[in-house]
């Protein structure tokens, strides 16, 4: 549960990601599949190289469902609910044992891809953000991130 003062920060530094959103999605799935490439067996159907069409198309889609979620932060389970949907049934990113069970490197464990993204992203926006990235602000989106994951994993079971 994210405090009154961890969601305002979050609000506000995510208001300073405005001019950056186009890019900062694209650049950590970039980063994902660099830094843990048994990610890529999620997007077989994807030209991933680095500045792919794709991949920046998909970015954008992922950080426009961050920016619902950082307008739900009180409901988060609701504001996502489709995603969630889609991520467990459909895509059935596995959200504890490492991407794809019989299919993970072991280098990965125990991390789940949805902590990877999460560590990704925090990763790019403290790029983005440098010194406006505190480490309160850094506590905050993890643990906003940690909620956004938990929510897409909750219907896995
Ligand atoms: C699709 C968001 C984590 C794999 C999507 C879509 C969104 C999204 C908005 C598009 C849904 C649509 O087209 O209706 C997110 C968010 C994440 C997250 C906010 C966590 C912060 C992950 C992770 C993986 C993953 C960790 C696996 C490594 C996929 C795949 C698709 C998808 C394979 C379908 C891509 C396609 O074929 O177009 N995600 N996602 N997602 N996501 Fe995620």
Not at 81 to 94: K, M, Q, T
Request: with cysteine; aromatic share 8%.
């Amino acid at each position: 549960m994210l405090t009154a003062e961890e969601q305002s920060l979050i609000q506000k530094v995510w208001e300073k990601t405005a001019s950056h959103r186009d890019e900062i999605g694209g650049e950590s799935l970039y980063r994902l599949f660099t830094s843990y490439p048994s990610t890529k067996t999620y997007f077989p159907h994807f030209d991933l190289s680095c500045g792919s069409e794709q991949i920046r198309s998909h970015g954008k889609k992922v950080v426009a469902a961050l920016s619902t979620a950082v307008k739900s932060l009180d409901n988060l389970s609701q504001a996502l609910s489709e995603l969630s949907s889609l991520h467990a049934y459909n895509l059935r990113v596995d959200p504890e044992l490492g991407p794809g069970t019989g299919n993970r490197s072991s280098d990965v464990e125990p991390h789940s891809a949805l902590q990877l993204l999460s560590q990704c992203i925090q990763v790019v926006l403290a790029l983005h953000l440098g010194k406006e990235y505190t480490p309160e602000v850094h506590a905050a989106f993890d643990k906003f991130l940690s909620a956004v994951a938990a929510v897409l994993s909750e219907k896995y079971r």
